[in-house]
T-cell receptor, first 112, second 115 residues
Framework: DSGVTQTPKHLITATGQRVTLRCSPRSGDLSVYWYQQSLDQGLQFLIQYYNGEERAKGNILERFSAQQFPDLHSELNLSSLELGDSALYFC???????????FGQGTRLTVV | AQKITQTQPGMFVQEKEAVTLDCTYDTSDPSYGLFWYKQPSSGEMIFLIYQGSYDQQNATEGRYSLNFQKARKSANLVISASQLGDSAMYFCAMREDSGNTPLVFGKGTRLSVIA
């Protein structure tokens, strides 16, 4: 158990819908990262937060947004969902930005 | 430009044998970290080992060791005494220490351990 908790584990939703993925980092970790893993694209970095502030942005679509709350948990919002958004979404956390990141079990999103 | 290259899509190894998974990287940052993660079929990403660019010795963690050759920009993972439970996808990743750069992953190598 990495200590990073992601909910839900599985999510099935229809095209055009909006979903929220939740992540609780390990206790004491200030950095939270979101990654998308699809079969053809591998692990793609989406966005990073550090102590509530956005630190880095990757290939995150405008339909996607995220935030980190004062208690350090983070949410990834995906809207106007398309079939191609089906993927495994990971949250990871680290104490500070230069240390190893520990991953949650992921949320498997299926858009039908 | 791809910064992490894993050239072996799949590897087979006999149980109890050692195996090396290749990883090369590209960076102009003098300070960086290299990481290996394991992803079993259940899907979770498990951190295995870390090597800093200024570390003088190769990192080791139990049966895992990282063969770090800085001049060649390679960071190969060596798994000794392979076990059936080692069958998984293995990802090499790098983070540059300057700027707000995240972990960048390679495409992975699928390791299959044969009894």
């Amino acid at each position: 158990d990495s200590g990073v908790t992601q909910t839900p584990k599985h999510l099935i939703t229809a095209t055009g819908q909006r979903v929220t993925l939740r992540c609780s980092p390990r206790s004491g970790d200030l950095s939270v990262y979101w990654y998308q893993q699809s079969l053809d694209q591998g692990l793609q970095f989406l966005i990073q937060y550090y102590n509530g502030e956005e630190r880095a942005k990757g290939n995150i679509l405008e339909r996607f947004s995220a935030q980190q709350f004062p208690d350090l948990h983070s949410e990834l919002n995906l809207s106007s969902l398309e079939l191609g958004d089906s993927a495994l979404y990971f949250c990871a956390s680290s104490v500070v930005e230069r240390t190893e990141a520990f991953f949650g079990q992921g949320t498997r999103l299926t858009v039908v | 430009a791809q910064k992490i290259t894993q050239t072996q899509p799949g590897m087979f190894v006999q149980e109890k044998e050692a195996v090396t998974l290749d990883c090369t990287y590209d960076t102009s940052d003098p300070s960086y970290g290299l990481f290996w993660y394991k992803q079993p079929s259940s899907g979770e990403m498990i951190f295995l080992i870390y090597q800093g660019s200024y570390d003088q010795q190769n990192a080791t963690e139990g049966r895992y060791s990282l063969n770090f050759q800085k001049a060649r920009k390679s960071a190969n993972l060596v798994i000794s005494a392979s076990q059936l439970g080692d069958s998984a996808m293995y990802f090499c990743a790098m983070r540059e220490d300057s700027g707000n750069t995240p972990l960048v992953f390679g495409k992975g190598t699928r390791l299959s351990v044969i009894a």
